[in-house]
């Protein structure tokens, strides 16, 4: 954690009209930034400290104006750093929803996200996560075999968890647009699924729910391309030095998941 001094000293860069800033506690839970909770002038506020090692900003802001994102209150475009409103409510990894809930607030999120600002890659991510790293022979051969293609594009969020969903007494607002981007929808529910821990029965009420008309084949190459990506990340992660046990445990849990998908345990 930084010293309050400099996050004070970064917060009021970006709030230069502000009389009054505290630091009032450190969010735990985010592996690539690090986010504060600010009281400013008396209002709660986040600041979100950018990794200077991850991907540049580019167009994340133009995400952020959709009405299920927080309040933008200040950002940087050229650093990523921003400041915004403080959501009342609990993180879905407090606070889990049905399948069957999932798959509407899917429906209205992916009917808020403009399309048409930037595309989202699948595969140039895992690439770019596994340069100078092999996968295991297998994984190795499954992914270059996945031959995966969206069968639809609009625009998506990419990194959907239970971390970055907000339940709020009048809906859900979602966090960390840094990977939003036009991509299969699929893959959102997909992700929003497994970050739920949902079991197969529950992933298919929740993809159901969200298409009835689902390609299952489709989804399952979907579940597994979703499953390298996140394997790649956490070793790109623990060759950085990140030894957070949760990240190791990622490392493995994919590799398993993934061969299960293979072999078609569904």
Same mark, same amino acid.
């Given at each position: 954690?930084?010293?309050?001094?400099?996050?004070?000293?970064?917060?009021?860069? %970006?709030?230069?009209?502000?009389?009054?800033?505290?630091?009032?506690?450190?969010?735990?839970g985010?592996?690539?930034?690090?986010?504060?909770?600010?009281?400013?002038?008396?209002?709660?506020?986040?600041?979100?400290?950018?990794?200077?090692?991850?991907?540049?900003?580019?167009?994340?802001?133009?995400?952020?104006?959709?009405?299920?994102?927080?309040?933008?209150?200040?950002y940087?475009?050229?650093?990523?750093?921003?400041?915004?409103?403080?959501?009342?409510?609990?993180?879905?990894?407090?606070?889990?929803?049905?399948?069957?809930?999932?798959?509407?607030?899917?429906?209205?999120?992916?009917?808020?996200?403009?399309?048409?600002i930037r595309?989202?890659?699948?595969?140039?991510i895992?690439?770019?996560?596994?340069?100078?790293?092999?996968?295991?022979?297998?994984?190795?051969?499954?992914?270059?075999?996945?031959?995966?293609?969206?069968?639809?594009?609009?625009?998506?969020?990419?990194? %959907?968890?239970?971390?970055?969903?907000?339940?709020?007494?009048?809906?859900?607002?979602?966090?960390?647009?840094?990977?939003?981007?036009?991509?299969?929808?699929?893959?959102?529910?997909?992700?929003?699924?497994?970050? %739920?821990?949902?079991?197969?029965?529950?992933f298919?009420?929740?993809?159901s729910?969200?298409?009835?008309?689902?390609?299952?084949?489709?989804?399952?190459?979907?579940?597994?391309?979703?499953?390298?990506?996140?394997?790649?990340?956490?070793?790109?992660r623990?060759?950085?030095?990140?030894?957070?046990?949760?990240?190791v445990k990622?490392?493995?849990?994919?590799?398993?998941?993934?061969?299960?998908?293979?072999?078609?345990?569904?």
């Amino acid at each position: 954690m930084k010293g309050a001094t400099e996050v004070i000293d970064r917060a009021r860069e %970006l709030l230069p009209d502000a009389r009054q800033i505290e630091v009032i506690e450190y969010l735990e839970g985010g592996w690539s930034n690090r986010n504060y909770v600010l009281r400013v002038d008396g209002v709660d506020a986040v600041l979100r400290l950018k990794n200077p090692q991850s991907v540049a900003p580019d167009r994340e802001y133009m995400y952020l104006e959709n009405p299920l994102a927080p309040e933008v209150l200040a950002y940087d475009r050229t650093r990523g750093d921003m400041v915004t409103g403080f959501v009342q409510g609990e993180l879905l990894v407090n606070s889990p929803i049905t399948p069957e809930v999932a798959a509407t607030y899917m429906l209205e999120l992916h009917s808020k996200i403009p399309g048409g600002i930037r595309t989202y890659r699948v595969e140039p991510i895992i690439d770019g996560y596994l340069k100078g790293l092999r996968l295991s022979e297998t994984l190795e051969s499954i992914y270059h075999s996945l031959r995966w293609e969206p069968q639809r594009l609009c625009g998506c969020h990419n990194e %959907l968890n239970d971390w970055n969903v907000i339940k709020t007494p009048t809906g859900f607002c979602t966090l960390d647009w840094e990977s939003a981007g036009d991509n299969d929808p699929i893959f959102d529910v997909v992700g929003l699924c497994y970050g %739920l821990e949902f079991g197969d029965t529950d992933f298919e009420r929740c993809i159901s729910g969200y298409d009835p008309h689902f390609d299952a084949e489709h989804v399952r190459r979907t579940r597994i391309l979703y499953q390298i990506r996140e394997h790649a990340w956490a070793l790109d992660r623990l060759r950085h030095g990140s030894d957070h046990e949760g990240i190791v445990k990622q490392k493995y849990d994919t590799e398993i998941e993934i061969q299960r998908l293979v072999t078609g345990r569904v």
